[in-house]
C-alpha cells in the first residue's frame, strides 16, 4: 500500500534531520510543502532531487483531492511544513483526514518541534501540558482564552508572534501577574534564547530592547495548587462582611473561590 509520510524538519539547525526523514524524502514520488522554495534549501543542502508541490492554508481544500487521487495511484507521498512537524498549528489536517477515510497508510516521522524543544529547556513542569497554538490577535479575546486556560494545572504553551509578543505579555501580567514565563526564541537557530521571569518582568526586558525578533514559543507554568477552603459558606461571607465588604460582594468572592455559582451561594444563605 502506498503511503503518506508525515514528516518533521529542523526548525532551524539543519542538522537536526533524523536519518529516518532524509531516506524517506528520497524515496518519496512526491514532497508536498507548506513552502516550495523553503523546503528546497533543505532538500539542495542534503541533494535531494525530488519534485514538490505545494500545499499550504490557501491551496490546502482543493489540492486535498488531488494528492489522494496521487496516492490511490500507488504514488508515495512526504508531508512537509517549513519547520518543525506538520499539522502543529501548520497545514495537513484535511489531508491526513481524507487519506484515512479512503484507507491509505498514513505514517509518522517524528523529530523536530518547537513546542518539546521549548519544553524540555524552559524550567517549568512537564508531567502535563497544553499546547494552545496561537494567542487571539486582539486583546479583548485574548483575555478571555487567557482566563478561561489560568485554571488549567498544567504548562499552557503558544506560539507567538514577535510583533505581538508585547501586548501579549501585557495582557498575561493582567490575568495571571504571579505565573512564571518563558519566552524562547529563535529555538536551534544562532541566536537561540530563552528568557525567564513574571511576564512583567519579561515585558520590561523585551521593551527595553530596538526591535523583537524570529520565532517564539511562549510557555506559562501551571497555577499553584491551592488547599481547599473547608471554613463553613455563611461563616466566610459574615468575616467579609465584618470587613466592610458588602454582602452582595462577599456572596462574589465566595463563589469564585469555591467554584460555584453566585445564585448556589446565595440560596446556601438563606
Known sequence: MKTLYIV?????????????ALRVLREADLIACEDTRQTRKLLDHYGIAKPAISYHD???????????????????I?????????????????????????????????????????????????????????????????????ELLKQESCTLVFYEAPHRILEALEDIAAVMPARPVVIARELTKLHEEFLRGTA???????????????????????????????????????????????????IKQVAKARGLSKREVYKLTL
Open 200 to 250: 512583567a518582568e519579561l515585558h520590561a526586558t523585551l521593551s527595553a530592547r530596538p526591535s523583537v525578533k524570529g520565532e517564539i514559543t511562549l510557555l506559562i507554568g501551571k497555577a499553584e495548587a491551592v488547599e481547599a477552603d473547608d471554613t463553613p459558606i455563611e461563616e466566610a461571607i459574615r468575616e467579609l462582611e465584618l470587613s466592610g465588604v458588602s454582602k452582595m460582594d462577599a
Open 78 to 146: 512526504a508531508l512537509v511544513s517549513d519547520a518543525g512537524t506538520p499539522l502543529i498549528s501548520d497545514p495537513g489536517y484535511r489531508l491526513v483526514a481524507a487519506a484515512i477515510a479512503a484507507g491509505l497508510a498514513v505514517v509518522p516521522v517524528p523529530g523536530p518541534s518547537a513546542v518539546t524543544g521549548a519544553l524540555a529547556a524552559a524550567g517549568l513542569g512537564t508531567d502535563s501540558f497544553r499546547f494552545c497554538g496561537f494567542l487571539p490577535p486582539k486583546s479583548s479575546q485574548r483575555r478571555k482564552t487567557l
Open 8 to 20: 518533521s524538519t529542523p526548525i532551524g539547525n539543519l542538522e537536526d534531520i533524523t536519518m529516518r
Open 58 to 76: 490557501h491551496n490546502e481544500a482543493a489540492r486535498t483531492a488531488e494528492l489522494v487521487a496521487r496516492l490511490e495511484q500507488g504514488e508515495n
